[in-house]
């Protein structure tokens, strides 16, 4: 007969109760084990990153923009249409080289014609007109002349009598009376005689003002017709300067009114360039400062002489006077790229441009080990950006090497193996 011991039941139970958290304390601790265990450093191969070195010395701060190469303002001509006209020939296409009286192309207008004939037709009329009034004008004060000369002498006849008449009174010859009848006549001679001399010297200032009036008419009407002659002269478009026809948009039969622009010239060899500039960059862009322009066939030299104002598309336009010797193939609209020096910073610690970084903020650089094998995320606090460098103002120290590429992927870890 079996005795029933029911401690036994009890300690089992309690064995099997202490084996289950003992278990469980294991599993756990065992998993916040795995859980503090740091991920494997995914692996990058080294040739496809790139990298700089921390450097100490001398940083030139530059600012690049794409552009091209556009006319200075003195060196483009563009010839508006004086009057309504059509096109009757093109003689000349652009890129072609052109001297000043090179005719680019011909237009008519008949009534340009007919009124610069009808302006000279005037113009002759008035001229005849004027040496008419002229000729009238004279005659009439050679007889004006010849009346008072008439006058002139007859009171000097009157005054010589008078004067004799005086002298026999004197000696009791002849009466009081004839003297004094002779005396009233060289008297009113005198008065005769001095009407005829104003008279004659007002008649001459009424003939210079008629005549100066006729010959403003003559010079009105030869203004006229020399306005209308260059109308007519204008229907051959003529080029003006030495250079390169750059644009004709017409065609043979087209109507075009005035001010209409029918051809532009530039003289090549007098060239700028105007760059695009990030605005964000363009605020420490000041005239005067140098610059070079890569014409992707030379370099050229210049400076800045003009900065846009207004920001379009995000960009500034900057014009840069154009210093050197233009290389070959330099013409209108080629396209540039520029490079302006701003300012040079000495003894500052600088490494090449992350691909990401902007200045005056703090990124993230993946710095490499020692022995180059791997490279561990660091914040570093950037200034001043250059084109291809920029500033370190904390978190590297010189000699350090920093992968400047894109690791935008590489977000969601700290560490990488270089392979």
Partial sequence: MDIARPEFKVQKKRRQTIIIVIVVVCVVAISAAISRLKPAAPSVERSTVWTDTVKRGSMLRQVRGLGSLVPSQDSVRQIPAETEATVVRIRLLPGTLVKPDSILLEMSNP????????????????????????????????????????????????????????????????????????????????????????????????????????????????????????????????????????????????????????????????????????ETQARDVQIGLPAAIDTHNGIITGTVMRVDPAVQNGTVTVDVKLTGDLPKGARPDLSVDGTIDLERLDNVLYVGRPALGQENSTVSLFRLSADGTGAARVPVKVGRASVNSIQVLEGLREGDTVILSDMSRWDSTDRIRLD
């Avoid at 009113?188 to 008649?203: G, I, K, M």
């Fill in 111 to 278: 009534q340009t014609e007919q009124a610069a004939v009808d302006a000279q037709l005037q113009l002759r009329a008035a001229q005849a007109e004027y040496q008419s009034l002229r000729a009238k004008l004279e005659s009439d004060l050679m007889n004006q002349k010849a009346g008072a000369a008439t006058v002139g002498a007859d009171h000097a006849q009157a005054k010589r009598q008078a004067d004799t008449d005086k002298a026999l009174y004197d000696l009791g010859v002849i009466s009081g009376l004839t003297y004094k009848s002779s005396k009233e006549k060289a008297d009113e001679l005198t008065t005769r005689n001095d009407l005829e001399t104003q008279r004659l010297t007002a008649n001459q200032h009424a003939i210079e003002s008629q005549m100066a009036q006729q010959q403003a008419k003559v010079d009105q009407m030869r203004t006229l017709a020399q306005l209308k002659e260059k109308q007519l002269d204008a229907l051959k478009v003529r080029a003006g300067i030495e250079g390169v026809l750059v644009d004709l948009p017409l065609q043979v039969g087209q109507h075009v009114s005035p001010g209409t622009m029918l051809a532009k010239v530039v003289e090549p060899n007098h060239l700028m360039a105007a760059l695009k500039i990030a």
